[in-house]
């Protein structure tokens, strides 16, 4: 299959991220294969977020880099068809967050963690306009998936996160919540980068708990909605 081929030369090291891959006589040499069966690999590719076709002088499709909001939105199809609810997702993001803690807070090097984690500990949230706040409470996830060390953790838990803030939390409005929402980000942070794991494991559950019940005390029934396919 072309698109596997063309995902083979990626992983091989062929084309770079944020490279152009080759031209399409070059593609259609290398592959051996017919205009429409290349097109139709690309736009396959295009779909999974694998390239990104640009546009006009200079365009072409180009490497992107890996983005688990790729995965979030299949995942969301999915959710979507089996008439999973928010609840549901919830749980599972209460399930994979503290899992996550857990394996960070054991990795050796505090060094390292303490230079990632340091813009969450301190943090002044009144000193921040909305959407740096709504960024930088994500991105203290964000950070935590990125230091597992499992790939498929990681992928997996930004996913959930992925749906959870852009399809459930969107009634929980980050500003009201900021002073809960740092002041557990901070404690989660420090357990972590002092490699206390139970405790950071321990938090990281409590912290997704307040986030769910905040967002369960606007509307209980909100946790029986189904959680909706978001391209
Ligand atoms: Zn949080």
Same mark, same amino acid.
């Given at each position: 299959m072309t698109a596997s081929r063309i995902v083979?030369? &990626? +992983?091989?090291?062929?084309?770079?991220?944020?490279?152009?891959?080759?031209?399409? !006589?070059?593609?259609?040499?290398?592959? =051996?294969?017919?205009?429409?069966?290349?097109?139709?690999?690309?736009?396959?590719?295009?779909?999974?977020? &694998? +390239?990104?076709?640009?546009?006009g002088p200079g365009g072409g499709p180009f490497v992107? !880099?890996?983005?688990?909001?790729?995965? =979030?939105?299949?995942s969301s199809l999915y959710f979507h068809l089996s008439g999973a609810t928010h609840m549901e997702l919830l749980q599972t993001w209460a399930i994979l967050e503290p899992s996550l803690a857990e394996l960070v807070a054991q990795k050796p090097d505090r060094r390292a963690k303490?230079?990632?984690?340091?813009?969450?500990?301190?943090?002044?949230?009144?000193?921040h306009q909305s959407d740096e706040l709504f960024a930088d409470f994500n991105n203290f996830h964000a950070?935590?998936?990125?230091?597992?060390?499992?790939?498929?953790?990681?992928?997996?838990?930004?996913?959930v996160t992925h749906i959870v803030v852009e399809n459930v939390l969107r009634s929980v409005d980050p500003v009201s919540e900021r002073s809960m929402l740092?002041?557990?980000?901070?404690?989660?942070?420090?357990?972590?980068?002092?490699?206390?794991?139970?405790?950071?494991?321990?938090?990281?559950?409590?912290?997704?708990?307040?986030v769910r019940d905040t967002y369960l005390s606007r509307s209980p029934d909100q946790g029986l909605m189904p959680v909706e396919w978001r391209l």
């Open positions: 083979d030369d &990626i +992983i091989g090291g062929r084309v770079q991220v944020g490279e152009k891959l080759p031209t399409e !006589p070059e593609m259609l040499e290398r592959y =051996a294969v017919s205009r429409e069966s290349l097109r139709e690999a690309l736009r396959l590719l295009e779909i999974q977020g &694998i +390239i990104d076709i640009k546009r992107a !880099p890996l983005n688990s909001g790729y995965l =979030a939105r299949t303490r230079a990632v984690f340091a813009p969450f500990i301190d943090y002044d949230p009144d000193a950070a935590i998936a990125q230091l597992s060390g499992n790939r498929v953790l990681t992928l997996v838990t930004q996913s740092s002041h557990s980000h901070e404690d989660i942070a420090v357990a972590i980068v002092d490699g206390r794991a139970t405790k950071a494991r321990k938090l990281m559950a409590e912290h997704i708990g307040e």
